[in-house]
Nanobody, 120 residues
Framework: QVQLVESGGGLVQAGGSLRLSCAAS????????MGWYRQAPGKQRELVAA???????NYADAVKGRFTISRDNAKNTVLLQMNSLRPGDTAVYYC??????????????WGQGTQVTVSS
């Protein structure tokens, strides 16, 4: 089990920046991957960015070049730096952790979400 707590959301004008933080209740060193997803009203939740335990990253095409994901194992934290924000980035952003619960079973854990609103 792990609890994930997001922070850093808010209201920003188009072109601005925000940094989201996800703090885990225990060490993230062994987590397979951590990531950020988002869900806009009336839309399905979608992957924004992810980072593996080895530091490999993956980004949605819509955010490449604008968003950067990083992890700090010492602080049990994953960050999402969001630059050049657009109104289309408006959504609830969720932190995700993928953790092996047995040798062969991986489970997903989610934070409660943080609202990001980008005004035009």
């Amino acid at each position: 089990q792990v609890q994930l707590v997001e922070s850093g959301g808010g209201l920003v004008q188009a072109g601005g920046s925000l940094r989201l933080s996800c703090a885990a209740s225990r060490s993230i060193f062994s987590f397979n991957a951590m990531g950020w997803y988002r869900q806009a009203p009336g839309k399905q939740r979608e992957l924004v960015a992810a980072i593996t335990s080895g530091g490999n990253t993956n980004y949605a095409d819509a955010v490449k070049g604008r968003f950067t994901i990083s992890r700090d194992n010492a602080k049990n934290t994953v960050l999402l730096q969001m630059n050049s924000l657009r109104p289309g980035d408006t959504a609830v952003y969720y932190c995700n952790a993928k953790i092996m619960v047995t040798t062969h079973i991986q489970s997903d854990y989610w934070g409660q979400g943080t609202q990001v609103t980008v005004s035009s």
